[in-house]
């Protein structure tokens, strides 16, 4: 639970960002070298919508365990760490990652890897955790269970 309210958080502040400084953000991903024009606004979109979607989620309903929201929360997080590696590998040197749009900056470096890593390590833990919670029975079973008659 504590996991989903810090996600959430971060997630729907890196969305407030990017949306805020919208107009900087298809060139921010440009910056990465392998989108631009109309694709770089369209994964823009893409993303924002997705860290609005798992962030708001995670926040209303940190006990949830839907896996909708743990797979747009990966989804969002194997773009942005593929974005970061491939820039990383080729040698790009970006001065904002653009994680908040124009707002806390970082040089895209071996931390932002890191980070990245760890949103996808989060990940795993998020699904592994949804796939072991039981699912809830449903309500024709739990009115069949409270039927039985008890013999002392």
């Not at 400084?21 to 997705?50: C, E, K, N, Q, R």
Request: hydrophobic letters at 55%; charged letters at 15%; proline letters at 5%.
């Amino acid at each position: 639970m504590v996991l989903r309210i810090v996600l959430g958080t971060v997630y729907t502040a890196m969305a407030v960002g990017q949306v805020v400084s919208f107009g900087h953000m298809p060139g921010t991903l440009a910056a990465y070298g392998l989108v631009d024009g109309a694709a770089a606004a369209a994964l823009a979109v893409a993303l924002i919508a997705g860290e609005l979607v798992c962030g708001i989620w995670f926040l209303a309903r940190p006990r949830s365990k839907a896996l909708a929201p743990v797979w747009v929360y990966t989804g969002v997080s194997v773009v942005w760490t593929v974005l970061a590696v491939q820039a990383f590998a080729r040698g790009l040197a970006l001065d904002n990652c653009g994680c908040f749009g124009i707002y806390l900056t970082q040089r895209l470096s071996w931390f932002v890897l890191l980070q990245d890593a760890l949103t996808l390590l989060y990940a795993g833990i998020l699904i592994r955790s949804a796939r072991r919670s039981p699912a809830p029975l449903p309500s024709d079973e739990r009115e069949e269970g409270s039927r039985e008659v008890r013999i002392p």
